[in-house]
């Protein structure tokens, strides 16, 4: 099981430049969260979806998108890059339990850093 | 709202010393409460958690109890080595909420 990937690992973008961030999970979770890491704000939540075919806005959401594609892949998308977006993106997702809220557990990808000019 | 507070970083500590790691957290009613690892260059693992009141979590000689009276959740570890250098971070979950709400991590050094 390769868990949550994200590509990619590092970009560089302009103020201006649009760009998506991919994640797919392999562990038939059906929640998934985007991230962003601030130094010295911990990670705050950007938007999620908690099942596929729907998505809710965070802590967060101004300036991004997202694309629950289908169970596996959860995408957000920069549609015009600011400096302030200059982040670490973390993906994760977890269970559903049987009465429709999640489990306890978020399991992370590794990251992707993202540098805007 | 909620929230989660954590003591500065960096704790440098030598190799078999005695780690404790302040968390306290802001909620209503009984959240979750979480202890994440983020190692260099990879993604937050969890390290353990606790449910409710008084519940202990442990996991590779960590431990923290959830102390509803003191609305803390301390992580200690009896005998620190160069591995765990890393950034903890201390997270909760209101019940029926999806998305964690985590402290702003501390960074651990361990020198040997």
């Known amino acids: 099981n390769a868990g949550v990937t994200q590509t990619p690992k590092f970009q560089v973008l302009k103020t201006g430049q649009s760009m998506t961030l991919q994640c797919a999970q392999d562990?038939?979770?059906?929640?998934m969260y985007w991230y962003r890491q601030d130094p010295g704000m911990g990670l705050r939540l950007i938007y999620y979806s908690a099942s596929e075919g729907t998505t809710d806005k965070g802590e967060v959401p101004n300036g991004y998108n997202v694309s629950r594609l289908n169970k596996r892949e959860f995408s957000l998308r920069l549609e015009s890059a600011a400096p302030s977006q200059t982040s670490v993106y973390f993906c994760?997702?977890?269970?559903?339990?049987?009465?429709?809220?999640?489990?306890?557990?978020?399991?992370f990808g590794p990251g992707t850093r993202l540098t805007v000019l | 709202g909620n929230s989660v507070t954590q003591m500065e970083g960096p704790v440098t500590l030598s190799e078999e010393a005695f780690l404790t790691i302040n968390c306290t957290y802001t909620a209503t009613g009984y959240p979750s409460l979480f202890w994440y690892v983020q190692y260099p260059g990879e993604g937050l693992q969890l390290l353990l958690k606790?449910?409710?009141?008084?519940d202990k979590g442990s996991n590779k000689g960590f431990e923290a109890t959830y102390r509803k009276e003191t609305t803390s959740f301390h992580l200690e570890k009896g005998s620190v080595q160069v591995s765990d250098s890393a950034v903890y971070f201390c997270?909760?979950?209101?019940?029926?909420?999806?998305?964690?709400?985590f402290g702003s991590g501390t960074r651990l050094q361990v020198q040997p």
């Open positions: 994760a997702s977890s269970e559903t339990g049987t009465q429709g809220w999640s489990t306890d557990t978020q399991y």
């Open positions: 997270a909760l979950r209101k019940k029926g909420r999806r998305a964690l709400t």
């Open positions: 562990m038939n979770h059906n929640s």
């Open positions: 606790a449910t409710k009141a008084d």
